[in-house]
């Protein structure tokens, strides 16, 4: 299994899942459909499948050219509101893309709709991967905006935190303000400090700093974190979900105060988040 990083946009990433003897190939989260089929054509496979975690416009606007420029192309995701779904998904189904196993992982929090896929191959010396999308970065996770806190945590630790501790494919390049925002709740986390030194790292040599591991998620992103004591006394909470919730404040008004957007920013925000309409076609 052969995982092609493909960054778009400004800060967003798409993966192409090559299944390396049929040479069939998967796609997750086509936002820029042309770059996709470059990349494709590059490495001779044939693409038969879009999974998409959520329907947010970054991770799904390219859908309907793609299957435009590929009839027949399956496009797949749990929430009907995603451009071109061709079929949706449920929570625990699997698919297979010749010796790919593929596991559906419902995985409400950003969105109600948000699915998570848990990728590997049997007999194959190559990691499982989990495509989180934006349910979990590294050392951050998406905004919640339409589940409860409940939901996310559940997510977050009962799904994706019981996962295998291998590979992390998530949908953007947040990793230096989400460490930073790590080390404010917990200062004295070594696993941060070290993370975050070579982030910024990464960051001047312009290079990615996806994926990561679950095993590592777990030593300091502090939204996997919410059991452990110094992340309950920055929150001030003791309840799991509650502690949850006060972190997604916090880690909103830490990036506001960080980097205040202007109103051109907040309204392409909104659009994203579905808190806009788009003008309706004549």
């Given at each position: ?21 049929t040479?069939?190939?998967?796609a ?12 494709v ?10 999974l998409t975690?959520?329907?947010?416009w ?8 793609l299957?435009?420029?590929r009839p ?9 509101r995603?451009?071109a779904?061709?079929r949706r998904?449920?929570?625990?189904e699997e ?9 559906c992982l ?9 699915m ?9 010396p ?8 934006d ?5 951050g ?29 998530c ?16 200062p ?12 910024k ?49 916090e ?9 205040p957007?202007q109103?051109?920013?907040?309204a ?15």
């Amino acid at each position: 299994m052969k995982v092609k990083v493909i960054p778009v946009l400004e800060d967003n990433y798409m993966y192409l899942v090559i299944e390396e003897r049929t040479r069939e190939a998967v796609a997750v989260d086509v936002a820029v459909p042309k770059r996709l089929l470059e990349i494709v054509g590059r490495e001779g496979v044939s693409l038969t499948t879009v999974l998409t975690t959520h329907h947010h416009w970054d991770h799904a606007r390219g859908n309907a050219e793609l299957a435009r420029l590929r009839p027949g192309l399956a496009v797949l995701g749990a929430d009907e509101r995603i451009c071109a779904l061709t079929r949706r998904l449920v929570h625990g189904e699997e698919l297979r893309f010749g010796a790919i196993h593929a596991r559906c992982l419902l995985t409400p929090g950003h969105t109600s709709g948000h699915m998570s896929y848990f990728l590997w191959e049997e007999e194959c010396p190559d990691p499982p991967a989990v495509f989180s999308g934006d349910a979990l970065s590294v050392a951050g996770c998406g905004l919640r905006l339409e589940s409860t806190a409940q939901q996310m945590y559940e997510s977050l630790t009962q799904i994706l935190g019981t996962l295998p501790p291998d590979t992390v494919f998530c949908g953007h390049e947040h990793t230096l303000g989400n460490l930073e925002f790590a080390q404010k709740v917990e200062p004295g986390n070594d696993h941060v400090r070290a993370k975050l030194s070579w982030a910024k790292k990464r960051d001047e040599d312009d290079m990615p700093t996806v994926p990561s591991t679950l095993s590592e998620e777990l030593l300091y992103n502090p939204f996997l974190r919410v059991a452990e004591e110094p992340v309950r006394k920055f929150t001030g909470k003791a309840a799991p979900a509650e502690v949850l919730e006060a972190l997604c404040k916090e880690r909103a008004s830490f990036q506001r105060a960080v980097e205040p957007l202007q109103p051109q920013a907040r309204a392409l925000l909104a659009l994203q988040w579905g808190l806009l309409g788009t003008p309706q076609q004549k």
